[in-house]
């Protein structure tokens, strides 16, 4: 295949379907006649960059890599809404680069690397009030993950974030024939509609997020066994939960109701 050599390193692997890459952009401009200016992470050749130029969207590109960002200068610097950044997109200000877009809610569109995908999702949900949606392109089984239900395999962590931050949709599967190299597994498009004010139910989210992330490095105990290490014995009993569950079985409207308890309880005894 003639053009740039992937990289390793970076984790590319460059979509050659021309549909599949129509299909992706159709899908992150689809809400409506509104503009919203266009963050894509990862262009490489530019099967996407291209098509979101021609739709006249506003438009910001995040390339690591200096030959490809070189070669996408040369072919679009005279663009008049073309920009890019040349960074690693978890070095990326991301306030920064939101706040210059505003007051428009950006869209974030991207094949992104497989070995860094939740990083990068959690990179957005932490930015999540100034972004309208997500069309994203990643491994297929962390595109299971993100929209697995209580008592999966699948769930976890990323399935109860995503919820907070989003609604998630799992749009369509992508075959590793469609990438040059060929990867070795498949990949999924899912989009990612962001909440207005996500945490505006959690009375203490960093205790939420506190208790989640501990409950689920122990995923196989007991909710008594791994929170009997940030609580004492005393709180926990007046607990009204059943606390013989384990990680996996609670939806998050329970891990809400768990830790709403928990700070409830802790500020009562001072």
Known sequence: MPGPKPKKRWGQNFLREPNTARKIVAAALSDGPEKHPVIEIGPGTGALTRLLLESDTPYTGIEIDPQLAADLRDQYAGHPHFHLEEKDVLELDWPALLENLAPSKA?????IPYNITSPILFTLFENSTR?????????????????????????GLL????????????LFKVGAHQFFPVPKVDSAVVKLDFREDPVADFPDFDLFRRVLRHCFQQRRKMLRKSLGSLFPADHLSKLRFDLTRRPENLSLTEWQDLTAQLLATKESSG
Not at 159 to 170: E, G, L, P, S, V
């Open 107 to 111: 869209v974030v569109i991207g094949n």
């Open 131 to 155: 972004l309208h949606s997500a069309v994203i392109m990643m491994q297929k089984e962390v595109a299971e993950r993100l929209v697995a239900l209580p008592n999966t395999k699948a769930y």
């Open 159 to 170: 399935a109860i974030f995503t919820r907070i931050y989003c609604d998630c949709r799992y």
